[in-house]
């Protein structure tokens, strides 16, 4: 949610930074912008719009400086409009400032200000370049000034500054949003998202709550909140952005689509000790609450129903927005297993955060390395699928479900015969693809004016038909509904009528015979039925074949066709898959 990049070096600071924001892109599309210092001033453009077409608009490159800072937007205070794009400034357009999160004071803060201070935003962030602007008068230094601001602030933050009178530093500073500051041999950036560096950046270091950073061109140095000097340990990044490419495809959903086999191989390369250490945990704990948002809790559905299968493991499943309203029920008895691709959606870190408090163990299943979630982890497993950068969540949800297999099959003592068979399965996935891509992209094209959608399914692949729906409405814009085939005639069957199309996930186990009945409810009421399954059934009006397996596991074969029916019905539909509107990849307000 909003993309934040600052560069102090030796080279020309806009193109470094126009670069950083194209791979930040993901967290927030609406509006772009950057500023440098030249001159003596601070130089800024932004507008409304993607990177793309704000950079060639105010031709962003040619901005002149060798320090900057750069932002993407995702709109939470204020509409899409240039005023509201960052940076902001102050009244003496001397200091500019980058933000992620939401102030929630700016109301009183704002009313305070306005007397001596002329907004020209709607946004939650404008007070504080103001703010900034009154300190700075009782500040040795902008560190200083910044240092005065946050005590002011309620609410989460990431936050980039600079100021024309101070032009060789960029102080930063975050709160319940992440921030990294990387090293080059010609600068130091700070941004978001590691994943913003050029190659050139060798070493990078994570800040956490209440640090400040200040960045010069050969020099980070660290603060506490009452500023004292900190030392930091740098790392190397785990990945840059010469890694994230479309590669030959059109899209990056459907690269990564293309990517789920090997992402379910990637998920197995795990210390089998560590697994086992956590099974036993798992086993241990007196309460197992996976929590998490979006597609990761559709995995974690699946987990729920794999531990209790595999391990008679009875474990719930929090949405991690609600997390906070179960808190009387947690305490050091309870494992909490937060799932999250991002490591950094807020809702998921804030009810971490809160069952740590209480007592509870938090283990985690992450994909990027050294995320928030994953520092804050008593343990962690790595999904290791490199980027996701569409903002559909495809092959991170299939390395989800294969680490809770492996956890499941520890549990049971099963892991060796649990890799066996991830391994052909991935094989099965991977074969699959070429079988049915025709097909589904027909199948897009065909539903391309149908605006509700039902997927229904039973026992393990329940989840799956939620995911499925959430694919299609994400980036379809489509209405859909996933749901247990039996809980249809309990009240949406009332909507079934001529042509609405029922995506029914039924492979011949034994949930078939059942799941069968459901789908003659809706065909009896003219519904359109999509069968995915092993078997043929002349029921079905359209049929996505899919190989035959153990039942469980299912849902790695299953999620495909939905995955790839989502994009094609994007595609056919005019949408573009990898910025759905209104959405970003990583989730850090709540
Ligand atoms: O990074 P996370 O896994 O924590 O993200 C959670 C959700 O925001 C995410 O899954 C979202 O629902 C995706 N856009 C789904 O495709």
């Not at 600071?13 to 993901?26: D, F, G, I, S, T």
């Not at 992620?100 to 939650?124: C, M, P, W, Y």
């Amino acid at each position: 949610m909003c993309g934040l990049i600052g560069y102090c070096g030796e080279e020309p600071a806009a193109p470094l930074l126009v670069k950083a924001l194209q791979h930040l892109e993901y967290r927030g599309y609406d509006s772009a912008g950057i500023a440098t210092i030249a001159d003596g001033r601070v130089q800024l453009k932004k507008d409304v719009g993607k990177l793309g077409e704000v950079r060639q608009k105010h031709q962003l490159d040619d901005l002149p400086g060798t320090i900057g800072v750069g932002h993407v937007r995702w709109a939470t205070h204020g509409g899409v409009t240039q005023a509201n794009a960052h940076p902001h400034t102050d009244c003496t357009k001397k200091v500019a400032v980058v933000h992620n999160g939401i102030i929630q004071n700016h109301r009183e803060l704002r009313s305070r200000l306005e007397a001596k201070h002329a907004f020209v935003s709607e946004t939650d962030t404008e007070v504080i370049p103001h703010l900034l602007e009154e300190h700075l008068t009782t500040s040795n230094s902008l560190e200083q000034a910044v240092l005065k601001t946050t005590r002011e602030l309620e609410g989460s933050y990431a936050l980039v500054i600079m100021s024309s009178q101070e032009p060789e530093k960029l102080v930063a500073t975050c709160k319940d949003n992440p921030l990294v500051v990387g090293k080059s041999r010609k600068g130091n950036f700070i941004a978001s998202d590691d994943l913003a560096f050029p190659e050139s950046v060798t070493q990078i270091a994570f800040m956490e709550d209440d640090e400040t950073a200040v960045v010069v061109k050969d020099n980070i140095s660290f603060f506490t909140n009452d500023g004292h000097r900190i030392e930091k340990k740098f790392i190397e990044p785990s990945w840059n952005s010469g890694e994230v490419s479309k590669q030959n495809y059109p899209h990056f959903m459907l690269k990564e689509i293309m990517e789920n086999s090997q992402s379910i191989r990637g998920a197995m390369v795990q210390d089998k000790k560590l697994i086992t250490h956590m099974a036993m945990d798992i086993l241990r704990a007196k309460q197992i609450i996976f929590t998490a948002c979006g597609t990761s809790r559709y995995a974690a559905l699946v987990g729920r129903y794999l531990f209790s299968k595999l391990a008679g493991k009875f474990s719930d499943v929090i949405i991690s927005s609600e997390f906070h309203y179960f808190s009387d029920s947690i305490d050091k008895n309870t494992l909490v297993i937060a799932l999250s691709q991002s490591g950094e959606t807020a809702d998921v870190m804030d009810g971490a955060k809160l069952a740590k408090k209480k007592g509870a163990k938090i283990f985690s299943l992450v994909n990027r390395n050294n995320s928030s979630l994953a520092r804050m982890s008593d343990r962690v497993l790595y999904l290791n699928c490199g980027a996701e950068i569409g903002v559909a969540a495809t092959k991170s949800f299939s390395s989800q479900l294969t680490l809770l297999y492996m956890l499941a099959f520890a549990m049971s003592n099963r892991l060796d015969e649990g890799l066996e068979k991830l391994n052909e399965v991935s094989i099965m996935v991977e074969k699959n693809f070429s079988k049915n891509g025709k097909n589904i992209e027909e199948l897009a094209w065909r539903t391309k004016d149908k605006n509700d959608f039902y997927y229904i399914a039973r026992g393990i692949n329940f989840a799956i038909a939620s995911e499925g729906a959430l694919k299609l409405k994400e980036v379809s814009y489509a209405h859909a509904e996933g749901m247990p085939a039996g809980e249809l005639k309990h009240g949406t069957l009332a909507l079934i009528e001529e042509g609405v199309p029922v995506i029914a996930i039924c492979p011949s186990d034994h949930t078939l015979k059942e799941t069968l009945s459901n789908i003659e409810e809706t065909r009896a009421r003219g519904a359109f039925i999509v069968g995915i399954s092993d078997q043929y059934n002349p029921i079905f009006h359209e049929w996505i074949e899919i190989p035959s397996i153990e039942y469980i596991y299912y849902p790695l074969l299953t999620i495909v066709p939905l995955q790839l029916l989502a994009y094609h019905s994007a595609i056919a539909r005019g949408k573009d898959p990898d910025k759905p509107r209104n959405l970003a990849k990583s989730v850090t307000v709540k």
